[in-house]
């Protein structure tokens, strides 16, 4: 069974600072693993994706997440934090499940404040 | 595409009433998944559908909900009778398995939301 722990529920930061959101994953299989971004009254956006290619993976908005097998960790990064950041985060495992078709774990999310 | 489209964005009812919302996935997509998100649980997977088919229902809640496919291009979220627990932020979201061996799901593209308020 594939589970995802997001290892903090809120992250605040200074516009300009370093992001990092922190995620940890089990799978038995080989997974796929995915950040969305879910901005206040809207949907959730994909930001970037990782499927057995490059561990280090970049995104929309200047985001990246590298992929760590040894950690089973995904964690997502960016080098400055813009004030339209500002969102809720969702990491997401999908391996095979039962048929051999790849249904997504959501995490609980976190939610990312930028101050000014 | 349009992405996505859901309907009605918000949904004000009284408990006891049926409730319907409705979800066109993008053309093309094969999977279909049915969400639900609250403060206290976060983002719930109800239900999702392949080429139609409801293959996984162990998220619906209560015998309240149900959910149908009658087509490609539609879909419908019901709730009978309705009860103020059930007040959340319903998404529909699509994707496109993949042709190989595994029918490996990809990217899920989500529709705006349904906000419903059952008072």
């Known amino acids: 069974a594939q589970s995802v722990t997001q290892l903090d529920s809120h992250v605040s930061v200074s516009e300009g600072t370093p992001v990092l959101l922190r995620c940890n994953y089990s799978s038995s299989y080989s997974p796929s693993l995915f950040w969305y971004v879910q901005h206040p009254n809207k949907g959730l956006q994909l930001l970037l994706k990782y499927t057995s290619a490059a561990t280090l993976v970049k995104g929309i908005n200047g985001f990246e997440a590298e992929f760590k097998k040894s950690e089973t960790s995904f964690h997502l990064t960016k080098p400055s934090a813009h004030m339209s950041d500002a969102a809720e985060y969702f990491c997401v495992v999908s391996d095979p499940a039962s048929g051999g078709s790849y249904i997504p774990t959501f995490g609980r999310g976190t939610s990312l404040i930028v101050h000014p | 595409d349009a992405g996505v489209i859901q309907s009605p964005r918000h949904e004000v009812t009284e408990m006891g009433q049926e409730v319907t919302l409705r979800c066109k996935p993008i053309s093309g997509h094969d999977y279909l998944f049915w969400y639900r998100q609250t403060m206290m649980r976060g983002l719930e997977l109800l239900i999702y559908f392949n080429n139609n088919v409801p293959i996984d229902d162990s998220g619906m809640p209560e015998d309240r909900f149900s959910a149908k496919m009658p087509n490609a291009s539609f879909s419908t979220l019901k709730i009978q009778p309705s009860e103020p627990r059930d007040s959340a932020v319903y998404f529909c979201?699509?994707?496109?398995?993949?042709?190989?061996?595994?029918?490996?799901?990809?990217?899920?593209?989500f529709g705006p939301g349904t906000r419903l308020t059952v008072l």
């Open positions: 979201a699509s994707s496109l398995g993949s042709p190989t061996a595994g029918s490996r799901t990809d990217t899920q593209y």
